[in-house]
Each structure stands twice: as C-alpha cells, then as structure tokens.
C-alpha cells in the first residue's frame, strides 16, 4: 500500500456536515450537562479494578490513616490492646504495607501513596497507635546517564 495514498482524499467533507452536522448537533445538546450511562460504567470499573488508598486503609481489622510529609509517608494504625500489639508483624514493599496479626491469624493489606525505601522503615507503638515512618522512593524523579555503544 503506498504511504502517500489516503483513500479520505476525494471525500467531500462539506457535504458530509451539511448532510449530518444538524442530527450530530441535536444529539450533543441532548446529553450536554447529564451523566451518561457510559461515565457511571466507566466510573464503576475504575472504582472496582483500582481502590484508592482510604479504601485500602480502611479493610481490615484496625483502622488506618496515611499521611504524606515531602519526604516520608507515615501510617498510624488504630491499636488499643497493648498486648494486641505486641502479636504484630509489620511487613513493607515499595508499594504496599502488609499488617499480620497472629490472634487471628489474618492479613490487611495497606496500598500505599508514593513508592517508597523498605529499608528505611521504623515503627514505634505509643498511647494505643502503631506509627510507621516510610522515607518515599524519589526514583522517577531522577535520571540517570545511559551509556551510548557505538558499533
């Protein structure tokens, strides 16, 4: 097929307005302004495939709020029982958090705002609040020079 040759070339374009310009202009002012079934469709998928991050938060057993400074992302877990607490383990990837509690023997997964550094995590338990400090992971933000092989 030549690259040059498009086949819309002849087409009278003008014609083509007079003809449905008029029936696509009703149209548009018939869903201009309202929700369309489409949207509520789309808005449900996205809803259901992608949770965002309160909704990650708040299943599970303890209830969870995630706060983001410039450099860090800091979660605090609702845990009143001290010894609660103590049958906790925390577990951190650049994405997500994991909580294990071995009472009863369950799992809440904590979806987090920013990639962060797993390494850098510290917890401290105080006053009935698990507190986990996260540094974020500034990767996408920095470029590195990629070396040129000539052949």
């Keep these: 097929m030549d690259k040059n040759h498009n086949p819309l070339n002849g087409f009278d374009w003008k014609q083509f307005e007079q003809s449905f310009g008029s029936q696509m202009n009703e149209l548009s002012q018939q869903w201009r302004g309202a929700p ?3 949207e509520d469709y789309v808005r449900n998928v996205l809803e259901q495939t992608l949770p965002n991050t309160d909704y990650a ?3 599970g057993p303890y209830q969870t709020e995630i706060e983001e400074t410039h450099q860090h992302v800091r979660v605090n877990i609702q845990v009143p029982d001290p010894n609660t607490a103590k049958q906790l383990k925390v577990y951190v990837a650049p994405r997500q958090m994991k909580i294990e ?3 009863e023997h369950g799992i809440q997964l904590i979806r987090l705002p920013q990639l962060v550094i797993p390494s850098s995590c510290k917890a401290v338990y105080k006053e009935g609040i698990l507190q986990i400090h996260i540094r974020k992971d500034d990767m996408d933000e920095q470029f590195r020079e990629v070396d040129i092989r000539f052949m």
């Design 36 to 38: 369309t079934w489409v």
């Design 101 to 103: 509690y071995k009472g």
């Design 57 to 59: 938060a708040r299943t």
